[in-house]
């Protein structure tokens, strides 16, 4: 695995993580096309934070040697970015629709 791809794979599971949360929370909901959205940014926003701290895809791929606790965790926290930015996208919406 490259690099590039531990980063889609990341982003794949926040897409599938947010849309989980929307069907299973249907007030958090915005749709297909809203909880994808806010998967990819959420997935994208938590990956970049915690890849500060040592568990980016190319510190994943550490010069040809594949660490699987730090993909592991990886994975983990763009699934909690997805769902994360699904419901903090949710409260805003309603925040600001207050009629």
Not at 86 to 92: D, E, F, N, R, T
């Amino acid at each position: 695995m490259t690099g590039t791809l531990i980063s889609l794979i990341s982003i794949v599971i926040g897409i599938i993580a947010a849309n989980g949360v929307g069907f299973i929370l249907k007030k958090y909901s915005f749709g297909v096309i809203g909880n994808t959205i806010a998967g990819v940014f959420g997935s994208i926003l938590f990956i970049k934070t915690f890849g500060r701290l040592g568990f980016d895809p190319w510190s994943i791929m550490n010069n040809g040697d594949f660490d699987g606790f730090r993909l592991t965790i990886n994975l983990l926290v763009s699934a909690i970015g997805g769902a994360l930015a699904l419901v903090l996208a949710k409260k805003v919406y309603h925040k600001f629709n207050k009629s």
